[in-house]
């Protein structure tokens, strides 16, 4: 009896619930425009402060990362340049530094730096040669281990947009990185990088966030605009004031917005001088003045870059003779070997200096194509290939490789009976 009037009043309490509910009763005037309410959302905290607040604290040394703040945690630097000038070779040079506290091209890291420098276009054997730096930087034993305590290599390739993002950051947290490199900075990019809607999502979203997060600033190598085809020496216009350079590079405002600081390399006319102009922030950089000279060491085997003297710099701006000049002197239908190139200059009033100047710039990918000439090493029975070059790109059939190949199977099927 007493289960029963137990039953009964379990029903009677369910009953009483359900038809008390706005949405499990039938009362549907009851029911009518009632909405189920969320949980109330914590309330925004927020993280800035007013201008005392920022002037007590003061400057956050620790947020430095090189110069007196010309890149600090969190933010980010764009070295921008044409192709084929050696800019991996400038990361290299510069990181190799950075990681055991000294300064690289002028500028000085606040401490001995964890890097991890995430690249796409270099093989192995590029990094390799790249590495052989390390041997003419004169450091020390306890700065070799330096580096290799803190600098660390990932090739990352197949991966663009936020799959990227994903790999940068587990790599930061794995390396307890203070800066994360990117060369290049297109190649992680998985939109049109002349899109400003593209750029904003991917710099000011993933990427972004990626270094707020985790409190690291960055170093980007990128390109620069390609010049016109009527124009086919951009480096022989006067020079710009130093600020307008930022505007060169390759995807235009919003890049150059994002980007706190930026390095922008150009030789100085077609000489092995260039030009590293900090468009932006340069007195953070402790640089007496927005532009500093380097060129490639006399040794091009130490990839090693070096400062430029004043004397240099100033014999690089007397350079006369334009790339069409030069380009005329390769055959327009065949090959011309390197020393036979260089004795033909002379001949045609060309210094040492314009002949070196202009031949790196007629290989460069940034070349106009009018204007270009092509690698076209020559196969040598007797030891390494000899160096030539052609206003085309050399088939593969008539590489040193493909060529050797030839002859040995040719050999080969001369001596053996079987293949005869």
Request: hydrophobic share 35%.
């Given at each position: 009896?007493?289960?029963?009037a137990?039953?009964?009043?379990?029903?009677?309490?369910?009953?009483?619930?359900?038809?008390?509910?706005?949405?499990?009763?039938?009362?549907?005037?009851?029911?009518?425009?009632?909405?189920?309410?969320?949980?109330?959302?914590?309330?925004?905290?927020?993280?800035?402060?007013?201008?005392?607040?920022?002037?007590?604290?003061?400057?956050?040394?620790?947020?430095i990362?090189?110069?007196?703040?010309?890149?600090?945690?969190?933010?980010?630097?764009?070295v921008?340049?044409?192709?084929?000038?050696?800019?991996?070779?400038?990361?290299?040079?510069?990181?190799?530094?950075?990681?055991?506290?000294?300064?690289?091209?002028?500028?000085?890291?606040q401490?001995?730096?964890?890097?991890?420098?995430?690249?796409?276009?270099?093989?192995?054997?590029?990094?390799?040669?790249?590495?052989?730096?390390?041997?003419?930087?004169?450091?020390?034993?306890?700065?070799k281990?330096?580096?290799?305590?803190?600098?660390?290599?990932?090739?990352?390739?197949?991966?663009?947009?936020?799959?990227?993002?994903?790999?940068?950051?587990?790599?930061?947290?794995?390396?307890?990185a203070?800066?994360l490199?990117?060369?290049?900075?297109?190649?992680?990019?998985?939109?049109?990088?002349?899109?400003?809607?593209?750029?904003?999502?991917?710099?000011?979203?993933?990427?972004?966030?990626?270094?707020?997060?985790?409190?690291?600033?960055?170093?980007?190598?990128?390109?620069?605009?390609?010049?016109?085809?009527?124009?086919?020496?951009s480096?022989?216009?006067?020079?710009?004031?130093?600020?307008?350079?930022?505007?060169?590079?390759?995807?235009?405002?919003?890049?150059?917005?994002?980007?706190?600081?930026?390095?922008?390399?150009?030789?100085?006319?077609?000489?092995?001088?260039?030009?590293?102009?900090?468009?932006k922030?340069?007195?953070?950089?402790?640089?007496?003045?927005?532009?500093?000279?380097?060129?490639?060491?006399?040794?091009?085997?130490?990839?090693?870059?070096?400062?430029?003297?004043?004397?240099?710099?100033?014999e690089?701006?007397?350079?006369?003779?334009?790339?069409?000049?030069?380009?005329?002197?390769?055959?327009?239908?065949?090959?011309?070997?390197?020393?036979?190139?260089?004795?033909?200059?002379?001949?045609?009033?060309?210094?040492?200096?314009?002949?070196?100047?202009?031949?790196?710039?007629?290989?460069?990918?940034?070349?106009?194509?009018?204007?270009?000439?092509?690698?076209?090493?020559?196969?040598?029975?007797?030891?390494?290939?000899?160096?030539?070059?052609?206003?085309?790109?050399?088939?593969?059939?008539?590489?040193?490789?493909?060529?050797?190949?030839?002859?040995?199977?040719?050999?080969?099927?001369?001596?053996?009976?079987?293949?005869?």
């Amino acid at each position: 009896m007493a289960d029963k009037a137990l039953s009964s009043k379990s029903a009677d309490f369910r009953k009483a619930v359900k038809s008390s509910h706005p949405v499990l009763g039938n009362d549907k005037e009851q029911a009518k425009g009632t909405k189920l309410e969320s949980p109330p959302a914590d309330p925004y905290k927020p993280k800035g402060g007013t201008p005392l607040d920022y002037l007590a604290r003061g400057i956050v040394k620790d947020d430095i990362l090189l110069g007196d703040g010309l890149l600090e945690r969190g933010g980010a630097l764009l070295v921008v340049g044409p192709s084929g000038i050696g800019k991996s070779s400038i990361a290299m040079q510069a990181d190799c530094l950075w990681a055991c506290g000294l300064p690289a091209f002028g500028i000085q890291p606040q401490k001995a730096l964890r890097i991890v420098m995430v690249q796409h276009e270099d093989s192995y054997n590029d990094l390799a040669r790249q590495s052989v730096v390390i041997n003419s930087l004169h450091l020390s034993k306890e700065q070799k281990e330096l580096v290799g305590k803190n600098f660390w290599i990932e090739t990352v390739r197949g991966k663009i947009g936020d799959d990227a993002i994903k790999e940068m950051e587990e790599l930061i947290k794995w390396w307890k990185a203070d800066l994360l490199v990117l060369n290049p900075l297109s190649a992680y990019h998985d939109g049109n990088i002349s899109d400003p809607k593209d750029n904003i999502r991917f710099l000011y979203g993933g990427y972004g966030r990626l270094l707020q997060t985790y409190k690291v600033g960055s170093v980007n190598f990128h390109h620069k605009t390609k010049p016109p085809k009527n124009n086919s020496n951009s480096s022989t216009v006067p020079d710009k004031p130093y600020y307008e350079t930022q505007y060169d590079v390759l995807g235009g405002s919003v890049l150059t917005n994002f980007f706190r600081a930026q390095i922008n390399i150009s030789p100085i006319k077609d000489s092995r001088v260039f030009n590293f102009t900090l468009s932006k922030r340069f007195e953070l950089a402790e640089w007496e003045s927005p532009r500093q000279m380097f060129k490639w060491h006399e040794d091009h085997q130490q990839h090693l870059w070096v400062p430029a003297s004043v004397a240099e710099a100033q014999e690089a701006k007397k350079i006369t003779k334009t790339l069409e000049e030069f380009h005329k002197l390769v055959p327009p239908l065949s090959y011309i070997a390197k020393d036979q190139l260089e004795l033909r200059s002379r001949e045609a009033g060309f210094t040492r200096a314009e002949f070196r100047g202009l031949l790196e710039e007629s290989l460069r990918d940034d070349t106009p194509d009018e204007l270009r000439i092509y690698p076209w090493p020559l196969y040598n029975p007797r030891g390494a290939a000899k160096s030539a070059y052609s206003r085309s790109e050399q088939p593969e059939s008539e590489t040193p490789q493909a060529v050797k190949a030839a002859k040995n199977a040719a050999d080969t099927a001369r001596t053996d009976p079987n293949l005869l």
